[in-house]
């Protein structure tokens, strides 16, 4: 197993930051939370139900968060989000001597731009949707004139919180979502990729990785749609599930040999300065495990169901992690199952409302991570999108797909939106 010379042991850690205010971040300072670190706990910016175990810091970008980490000694820092990854965010503290479990900046591209993906799956021949890109309006609309095979599917290259793909059904949608884009420039700018529509069902593998080693989190299962439709709109994920039981161990070999082994390979080979979580977006085609994206981060919310079921010292992991080593070859089974379903604002995800009161009556076995809250006047209100995360646990997913709904039927939110179908019919969809 790969190691740095010298480690650095948890006695040297001054405080825990996490970056980030999403449901996912509530879930991973959870996580740590759960054993008494022993050390302050921060959150940068945070939300209303992180501030319940960590200081909420309003700090918004990568240069402000490192220039509050100046003087705090040697932090253990967690990064979230991909935004602040992509800002080199990680460079930045590590430069400061910080421990950072999160990929350089230039790693950060596997997921910041689709274009480098793209071409680093190409020159690894790991398994991916035949693609093409183009750099503006005209030539992609030629294209779509010309192609006669839908639907399309069409992604910005750069970043778009999960709402930069539309798999169009038609030329009509298709030329549609050009119009769309092209009332800003800088999408053609940094790229628009057409891409060959995969069918299949969709898993979310998630690996910590030091970029030689790695080992697997549970297999997980989102929703990204905004609705069970099938033209419902993309949006940062609606619900998740995990373990997903519904792979052979054939069929996870596959995933181990086809694509994790090699694109770690290609991590290492392109010396890649990579620490932290590598999540595989893929699809299982009738030809076998393609990739439909990189994130060098958790997925959201997919951490919210991975966390409480992956019982280790979570501290431990991300300190060794941020240094470079994997504390064991592989992680304990899961013992429990989780089921998240999110709840979101009326107008999510175009122009969600804002402002709304909530009010939570917590059930047992039942857990829930704050998105986009505020607290005002002892009140909790909602500010966005992705509001709450209310993950059900239980023995299998069935109880804690009912325990899920359970808690969220407790829940008085006005205005407020999330889909019923979470976890149903697993097998069938
Ligand atoms: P991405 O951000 O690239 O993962 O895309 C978001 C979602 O769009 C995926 O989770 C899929 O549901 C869908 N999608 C992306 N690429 C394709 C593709 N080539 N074929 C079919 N669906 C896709
Ligand atoms: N759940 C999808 C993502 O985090 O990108």
Redesign the pocket.
């Known amino acids: 197993m790969y190691e740095e010379s010298s480690q650095l042991p948890l006695s040297q850690m001054t405080g825990i930051l996490v970056v980030g205010s999403g449901a996912r971040e509530h879930a991973i300072i959870w996580g740590m939370a759960k054993s008494s670190p022993g050390v302050p706990l921060y959150a940068a910016p945070g939300n209303a139900g992180i501030e319940n175990l960590a200081t909420c810091l309003p700090l918004y970008s990568a240069a402000e968060v490192a220039a509050w980490a100046r003087d705090k000694g040697r932090l253990l820092v967690v990064v979230g989000p991909e935004a602040p990854l992509a800002e080199g965010i990680a460079d930045l503290l590590r430069e400061q001597g910080h421990v950072v479990v999160g990929p350089s900046r230039q790693a950060a591209q596997l997921e910041s731009s689709k274009v480098f993906a793209k071409r680093f799956m190409d020159r690894y021949q790991i398994p991916t949707?035949a693609w093409q890109v183009f750099r503006d309006r005209k030539s992609l609309g030629d294209y779509v004139m010309q192609h006669d095979t839908f639907p399309l599917?069409l992604?910005q290259s750069r970043l778009a919180q999960?709402k930069g793909?539309v798999?169009a059904a038609d030329r009509e949608e298709a030329l549609q979502t050009i119009t769309e884009w092209s009332h800003d420039p800088a999408v053609f700018a940094d790229g628009i990729i057409a891409?060959?529509?995969?069918t299949g069902k969709?898993v979310s593998v998630h690996i910590l990785t030091n970029g030689q080693d790695y080992v697997w989190l549970p297999l997980a299962q989102d929703y990204?749609r905004l609705t069970p439709e099938p033209h419902s709109p993309?949006t940062g994920g609606m619900g998740a599930y995990a373990p997903v039981n519904w792979l052979s161990a054939k069929e996870r070999q596959v995933i181990d040999e086809h694509i994790l082994q090699p694109v770690v390979k290609a991590i290492a080979e392109e010396n890649l300065l990579y620490r932290g979580i590598l999540y595989v977006?893929l699809?299982m085609t009738p030809d076998g495990p393609k990739v439909?994206?990189f994130n060098v981060r958790l997925g959201d919310p997919e951490t919210e169901v991975l966390i409480p079921i992956v019982d280790i010292p979570w501290v431990e992991w991300w300190w060794f992690l941020g240094q470079g080593r994997l504390l064991e070859t592989q992680l304990p089974q899961p013992n429990r199952s989780a089921v998240a379903v999110v709840l979101a604002s009326e107008g999510y995800p175009k122009q969600p409302m804002t402002g709304q009161s909530i009010h939570i009556e917590p059930i047992a076995d039942s857990l829930i991570f704050h998105a986009a809250t505020v607290r005002e006047q002892g009140h909790l209100k909602a500010q966005g999108g992705r509001v709450l995360t209310v993950v059900g646990l239980g023995d299998n997913i069935e109880r804690a797909r009912k325990q899920s709904y359970a808690q969220v039927s407790t829940i008085t939110f006005p205005h407020s939106q999330h889909r019923l179908d979470i976890a149903a019919n697993i097998e069938a969809n």
């Open positions: 949707a599917v992604k999960g793909v798999v891409e060959q529509c995969l969709e990204k993309n977006g699809m439909l994206e």
